[in-house]
């Protein structure tokens, strides 16, 4: 049996490599790699026609056919409450810290509104469905609560960031989801997202992103991190529990055990 990351990998050598074509594609992406779609003799090879899957990978690919029989959804589900939750990340709306850095308003619209594409049939920039809009503003929380409701999601669990003291994009949930008029109808849990900092504004090769921040903490800040979520969060009839008791979410316990 192949691994994830060789499936990984040969799925998106398919994808890639029927979408380019040929040379354009590659030269269109900045014409790095130009020498990579030419033959010895300098003439453009058609990748068209070369078999991007190897043998036994399409029996790797899962499908909705095998998802089904997996699943068996003729079976009755057993009577097991379980809750949907999906995770949040809260960067669509202006944060004071980020600003510093790119100006006044910038969000990661910004981002979209400046994305290109690398290759013919890469589809980029994409635009939202519904616009660009502050997710810090009760009615746009609103939306995103109902259409979340709708769906069958019950809980969000919130990136949320703590660096020395300094929180940043905490207003999605403090000045909207918390405000919004429909509040009850999803539940929220935290998970403190304490990892370094660095620009992906926009994203560039692995290992050469500059730094921004680096997450530091002590035990001391440890407690006021407990302190600020119990008088802020914690206390919200619609904070997620299990079993009575309060989720709460550390992104990185290497992070936290090499700082205390």
């Not at 899962?62 to 009755?76: I, S």
């Not at 609103?142 to 300094?166: F, K, N, P, Q, S």
């Not at 994009?169 to 998970?191: P, T, Y």
């Not at 991190?225 to 904070?239: A, L, T």
Request: glycine content about 8%; aromatic content about 14%.
């Amino acid at each position: 049996m192949k691994s994830t990351s060789t499936v990984t990998k040969n799925m998106k050598r398919r994808d890639l490599l029927q979408a380019l074509g040929g040379c354009a594609g590659i030269a269109a992406s900045g014409g790095s790699a130009l020498a990579q779609c030419c033959d010895s003799q300098g003439k453009p090879l058609n990748y068209a026609s070369v078999s991007a899957v190897l043998p036994g990978d399409l029996e790797a690919y899962f499908t909705e056919k095998k998802l089904r029989e997996l699943v068996a959804m003729t079976k009755p589900l057993p009577k097991t409450k379980y809750e949907v939750v999906a995770y949040n990340y809260p960067c669509w709306h202006p944060c004071p810290w980020f600003e510093k850095y790119f100006g006044k308003d910038w969000t990661q619209f910004q981002s979209l509104r400046d994305s290109k594409p690398f290759y013919p049939g890469h589809l980029f920039p994409k635009y939202p469905l519904w616009g660009e809009y502050n997710e810090a503003d009760p009615e746009g929380a609103a939306r995103e609560i109902e259409a979340a409701a709708d769906h069958g999601i019950d809980v969000w669990m919130l990136c949320w960031y703590w660096h020395e003291g300094t929180m940043r994009c905490q207003s999605q949930f403090e000045k909207g989801l918390l405000k919004a008029s429909n509040r009850e109808r999803i539940k929220f849990g935290l998970m403190w997202a304490n990892h370094d900092w660095s620009n992906h504004w926009p994203a560039t090769s692995a290992g050469r992103t500059a730094p921004m921040s680096r997450q530091r903490h002590s035990e001391e800040d440890l407690m006021k991190v407990m302190d600020y979520c119990i008088e802020h969060y914690f206390r919200e009839p619609n904070y997620w529990r299990i079993g009575g008791g309060l989720v709460f979410g550390i992104y990185s316990i290497p992070t936290l055990l090499r700082e205390m």
